[in-house]
């Protein structure tokens, strides 16, 4: 296991070379917050159903960073963009973002709770019981997993992780180095949606063989062991991005590059 641990930390470690000290700790934190994942994987025998709800979880958290960056661009932006319309224009795209993602999410959550309900409960969904099943807060759920009390704080534990791995990234960034000035206004509403979109249609697709593993092999372990390389290429790109982002902004600010025009 130690063997693994260290190959994971070498694929992930070189896209930190060369970060800012800001920077490393906000990536280390979110790779933190994703190796419990891994834990919980190993140790709880998580299935993809799971994972998907805590990968659906860091969505939401997602969204509600990028609204208070919305906020802070709205209220404290750069001396020479201050004026009234240009706030009064971000607060009405902050507030059409927050409903507009959520009722995307949304709609992402009721496909993902009906979707086992029928495929593996082979049941008629019924919204809570499924979620409960889905999510991992059931006895039912954790029936092979152990004692439900150590679980269910564990994996309560990885959610605030998650939130928190996301919250303390907008701290250092955007609340200390005001790094959001570095994004242009056209580009602040559509900035979460590429990552999400790839995180949606990975996890969908990452279930999908999931369920083909298990099928072919039979394999608990099998299940496991690919989960787990799952999460930490999840991990992989979901730094990369991170750094890549933060770095434009941070050279943005210091005037050696031009600003970042997507992300």
Known sequence: MTQWIFRIFQFILPQLGGASRNLVYSSTILVIANLLIIAGTIFFRWDAWQLMFLFWF????IG?????RFLLSAFSPAPDLKNPIRMMSLLFMAFFFLIH???????????LVVLPALLVYGRD??????????TGF????????????VA???????LAAIFLGH???????????????????????????????????????????????????????????????FVALKIYFDLKTHTQQHRKREEALSGTAEPEESS
């Open 58 to 61: 860091e969505s939401v958290c």
């Open 125 to 134: 969904p019924d919204f809570v019981d499924t979620l409960l099943n889905w």
């Open 167 to 229: 919250l303390n990234s907008l701290v250092v960034h955007d609340f200390m180095k005001k790094e959001y000035r570095a994004i242009p206004d056209k580009d602040l509403m559509m900035l979460p949606y590429s990552r999400i979109f790839v995180m949606h249609l990975t996890i969908i697709f990452g279930a999908s063989l999931y369920t083909g593993v298990m099928t072919l092999t039979g394999k608990e372990w099998a299940g496991i062991a690919f989960l787990c390389v």
């Open 152 to 158: 269910e704080p564990f994996q309560v534990a990885i």
């Open 138 to 149: 059931s006895s039912e759920a954790f029936k092979h997993s152990g004692d439900l009390a």
């Open 64 to 68: 509600i960073i990028h609204f208070m």
């Open 101 to 111: 993602f959520n009722g995307f999410n949304a709609g992402h959550l009721v496909f």
